[in-house]
């Protein structure tokens, strides 16, 4: 009914960039907040950044300042821009969005998409 796609993930060095991309596809009528969380092996699954409909930013703060969320609604699409990598950035990341559905609405609900691994290497 729904999907949510992430891509971009892979292998990089420390100091290196990657784009993260997140597609959400399917009866949709329209997207509220969407944000990238990521989940460490042995790790609780974390916040990394959100982005309201207007464009409203949020960071943790061990991203803020090298990581940049931005979003296409029109595509919507959701991306994270991580510059500066650094080892302990390595995880599985997520993407949210809070959707209303168009056999759903008026209510939003949020979906998860399947994770796109990201290794950062010393």
């Known amino acids: 009914q729904v999907q949510l796609v992430e891509s971009g993930g892979g292998l990089v060095q420390a100091g290196g960039s990657l784009r993260l991309s997140c597609a959400a596809s399917g009866s949709i009528f329209s997207i509220n907040g969407m944000g990238w969380y990521r989940q460490a092996p042995g790790k609780q699954r974390e916040l990394v950044a959100t982005i309201s409909s207007g464009g409203s930013t949020d960071y943790a703060g061990s991203v803020k300042g090298r990581f940049t969320i931005s979003r296409d609604n029109a595509k919507n699409t959701v991306y994270l821009q991580m510059n500066s990598l650094k080892p302990e950035d390595t995880a599985v990341y997520y993407c949210?969005?809070?959707?209303?559905?168009?056999?759903?609405?008026?209510?939003?609900?949020?979906?998860w998409g399947k994770g796109t691994l990201v290794t950062v290497s010393s």
């Open positions: 949210n969005a809070n959707m209303v559905l168009t056999t759903t609405r008026p209510y939003a609900m949020d979906y």
